[in-house]
């Protein structure tokens, strides 16, 4: 699975973004997905994830209410909704891909990542 992130920029504080990310290379069925944030010199940290059906969703405690993840199997993307964004949500985001069953909030239960797409929020 080729991940391919994007919608990233730059927003001041309570602005909003969507994150895509396009999935190629294999069949998006089976696979979940998940969102990944870091800041430079920190880990990367789990924002959310979502079942390949769409009907399971985790959340980090830290965007519950903010933010929603969302799928749209036919055109093999995933996206992530991020509102009342604030400067602590400013970070690399990436896009993972996993398929070991249940959907995961670890790194190493995603195989597959896509490229980060940079996330500025100015106060």
């Known amino acids: 699975v080729q991940l391919q992130a994007s919608g990233g920029g730059l927003v001041q504080a309570g602005g909003s973004l969507r994150l895509s990310c396009a999935a190629s290379g294999r069949t998006f069925s089976g696979y979940y997905m998940g969102w990944f944030r870091q800041v430079l010199g920190q880990g990367r940290e789990f924002v959310a994830a979502?079942?390949?059906?769409?009907?399971?969703?985790n959340y980090a405690n830290a965007v519950k209410g903010r933010f929603t993840i969302s799928r749209d199997g036919a055109k093999n993307t995933v996206y992530l909704q991020m509102n009342s964004l604030n400067p602590e949500d400013a970070a690399v985001y990436y896009c993972a891909a996993g398929a070991n069953g249940v959907i995961g909030v670890r790194q190493s239960d995603y195989p597959f990542w896509g490229q980060g797409t940079q996330v500025t929020v100015s106060s």
């Open positions: 979502i079942s390949w059906s769409g009907g399971t969703t």
